[in-house]
């Protein structure tokens, strides 16, 4: 057998090394760098690198004639002080030991057995005590030496009982099927498809104000044009079209009809392409679901407070009036506004999203978040009393949130922290319109937090009994954008006066969730179910519409995207849990999103397009992904069809309904991926140095003919 202790892996590269003096070091003619993507531990020098297991295992394997092997150790360090509460190295052993089950189960390595190093913290050599490998904390100032399990040691002892990491139970395929009036759609938003940024009469909204900003938006890309969907009606339905879906959610954009933000003067070429919209789709029997605000606020109504200014709330009332008024009779659904989380944090609060602004994270938010709540009320109540009846349509607002679980199960705190992250979330906005008024929680937290420094009430807005009243219940659905979960521990921020500070967590990802084009979005699907649920019992068993959910990817192009597929399939599957065996009242799914777009500051770099838009392509043509025929063959069943009921029609897409050929525009050139065009060019410029090349070789061999013949001619000259 062979028996290997193993614990890090580095990145080696060759390096002429001196010849003396005669050392080890010297001989191997190397240097050795740290793998930077992967976690520090506690230890300088040791990453925590889980992939470099499987691939030692596989070279003993392959080197030493394919032994039994006995992995005899392996563990990582942790700071003495980090005592029992050690996720760090659960996140070690759960990424290490997969590794091994990886190296025994697909590579046929003969992996016979695994050892944790250590039972318990000890004695760790130049380290002394100030590090620790153990499973169990040991008190070293204790005569006693008392021995505490740690977090690892729960985690490892259940790894032992399952001998693995089998399938946990809600993560396994649950067949059926969502109501037969289910809506299946996808979205986009105005500012991230339109381009036609000046088209038309359109005044500047707040994020062609923001993307004109050097170094706001990632490599300056902006949404001049992005997707020209201003120009693409007909393009944009027939890919609607191909996906089969039954409803599009998409945004107008509030100062393409009005350019000042004012009734003051309707642009009706602006609004126009709204109509022009809505009958292809009706024309094409797809329900348009029309979303009045998503993040683009005319610039003139920012230059006067924006969100910030009480006006506001009758300002948007007006033009949601004037939406309803001239599209409603088209329009069965509405939304009045995108994700006020991120409206009120991410734009003004962090400042990382328009309009931008970082510097009073204490109050600007909430402040921003209670006219948002306003707002939203006063265009629900105007359609409730004016258009309802006329109209028939369902409006609400879209809330997003994240869902959160404890870093450490077994930590009060941080089953506390979990709480507190999905209250500030979800809870901020959801409260209010569903329960009446902000959660005791946030009221509580934000004013003892204002008045212990010594401010004289509450950071937090109050609504007066009547507010409270005229908010609560203006919802006739609970539109939901959900992609990820996070793991939360408590954070104490000291007297700082921030949102974040006040929410008193941190959140970080689990380091076995799969991987998205963006940083904060990570594969976790079970979250889904989890926070559906949550909205069932929290907000009274509302109907939900899910309004968004998708995956982003970055970096070259690829339109087999099976993340994408993946994702989709394991995240509507838990919708259907939700659906089915929890009674969760969904009506409705939407994918975001129809195609690549602006992904607002990240630029065009995150793509969370099901059809991918070629930018180099001055005609902007989108292409099927992979997943388009997947989501639409989900759609087509409604569902998921138990394969053991034998094989189902909707799982043969109908001839009309099949993707067009999907082509890859991209080819091998030279070992390198160009477009079809620039590989073009790349092979007339290799062909006409070719020719050039020939032609050299030609002259140069005649010249050199002619020199010879000269020379001999000289020589015999000479003679
Ligand atoms: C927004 C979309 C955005 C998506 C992915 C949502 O927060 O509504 O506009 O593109 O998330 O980040």
């Known amino acids: ?8 892996t580095k990145i080696a590269r060759h390096a002429t090394l001196r010849l003396s003096a005669k050392s080890y070091e010297y001989d191997r003619d190397l240097s050795e760098a740290e793998e930077g993507d992967s976690p520090t531990t506690a230890i300088s020098n040791q990453r925590a690198v889980a992939w470099g297991l499987r691939r030692l295992l596989n070279w003993i394997k392959e080197e030493y004639g394919d032994p039994e092997i006995y ?7 942790t700071e003495s002080k980090t005592t029992w509460d050690d996720s760090a190295r659960v996140f070690f052993y759960k990424t290490y030991i997969d590794e091994a089950l990886k190296a025994y189960d697909l590579d046929g390595v003969k992996v016979k057995g695994y050892t944790v190093t250590s039972l318990m913290d000890s004695f760790e050599w130049l380290n002394g005590y100030k590090l620790g490998f153990g499973l169990h904390h040991v008190d070293f100032t204790n005569p006693n030496r008392p021995r505490t399990p740690k977090y690892s040691a729960h985690f490892y002892y259940q790894v032992i009982r399952d001998n693995g990491f089998p399938t946990p139970d809600d993560e396994k395929m649950l067949y059926g ?33 923001f993307a004109h900003t050097p170094l706001r938006v990632f490599n300056d890309d902006n949404g001049d044009i992005a997707c020209d969907s201003y120009n693409k009606v007909e393009e944009d339905v027939a890919i609607l079209k191909q996906l089969k879906v039954t409803h599009y959610r998409f945004s107008i954009s509030w100062s393409r009809v009005l350019p000042d933000g004012t009734t003051k003067y309707i642009n009706e070429p602006g609004l126009n392409y709204y109509h022009r919209l809505v009958d292809a789709l009706l024309a094409a029997n797809i329900q348009p679901h029309i979303t009045l605000y998503h993040w683009d606020l005319p610039q003139a109504l920012q230059d006067i407070g924006g969100w910030e200014n009480e006006t506001i709330i009758f300002k948007f009332r007006d033009y949601a009036d004037l939406i309803f008024s001239r599209l409603g009779h088209k329009v069965k659904f509405w939304i009045t506004i995108n994700e006020p989380y991120n409206i009120a944090n991410v734009g003004h609060g962090y400042g990382a999203a328009a309009p931008g602004i970082s510097f009073r994270p204490g109050t600007l938010p909430y402040i921003v978040g209670h006219h948002l709540l306003k707002a939203h009320a006063e265009a629900w109540h105007l359609y409730n009393e004016k258009y309802r009846a006329k ?12 869902w959160s679980e404890p870093r450490n199960p077994y930590k009060q705190e941080d089953i506390d922290a979990a709480r507190r992250v999905v209250q500030f979330y979800i809870g901020w906005f959801a409260h209010p319109i569903f329960n009446g008024d902000y959660s005791d929680m946030m009221k509580t937290i934000i004013r003892e937090r204002s008045l212990a420094a010594g401010l004289p009430k509450s950071r937090l807005p109050e609504f007066s009994p009547e507010e409270i009243k005229r908010i609560k219940g203006t919802y006739d659905y609970f539109g939901f954008n959900h992609y990820t979960t996070v793991l939360a521990f408590p954070v104490d921020y000291g ?14 990802a689990d380091r076995t969730w799969l991987d998205s084009g963006s940083s904060w979005l990570k594969v976790s699907p079970f979250g889904f179910r989890r926070i559906l649920n949550f909205i069932k019992e929290e907000y009274g068993n509302p109907p939900i519409i899910i309004t968004e959910n998708g995956i982003s990817e970055r970096g070259s192009i690829d339109l087999n995207d099976i993340h994408r597929s993946y994702y989709y399939e394991k995240y509507i599957n838990q919708v259907l849990k939700a659906y089915l065996l929890d009674d969760v009242d969904i009506r409705g799914y939407t994918a975001w999103s129809l195609m690549d777009n602006l992904e607002w500051a990240t630029g065009f770099s995150e793509r969370f397009g099901l059809f991918y838009v070629n930018r180099s392509d001055p005609k902007l043509p989108r292409v099927a992904k992979t997943s388009v025929a ?16 034998g094989s189902h029609e909707c799982l043969n897409p109908e001839p009309e309904g099949t993707s067009a050929p999907i082509t890859d525009d991209t080819v091998q050139f030279l070992g390198m991926k160009l477009s079809t065009s620039d590989a073009e060019t790349g092979l007339n410029t290799t062909f006409a140095l070719l020719i050039v090349a020939v032609f050299a070789a030609v002259c140069s061999s005649f010249c050199f003919f002619k020199a010879r013949k000269q020379h001999r001619k000289n020589s015999m000259w000479k003679l």
């Open 1 to 8: 057998m062979f028996c290997v202790n193993h614990y890090t």
């Open 71 to 77: 992995i005899t150790e392996n563990g990582v360090a």
């Open 177 to 209: 099927h969502f109501r037969k009036d289910f809506i299946w759609s996808t979205a986009t938003a105005s500012y991230q498809i339109e381009g036609g940024w000046r088209a038309d009469g359109k005044g500047l909204s707040i994020w062609d104000k």
């Open 391 to 402: 109209q028939k349509g369902i409006i609400s607002i879209t809330i997003n949130s994240d």
């Open 495 to 508: 007297n700082l006066q921030h949102y974040d500070a006040d929410r008193g967590a941190g959140t970080i």
């Open 630 to 645: 997947q989501y639409s063959t989900i759609i087509n069943c409604n569902g998921f069809p138990d394969p053991a009921s």
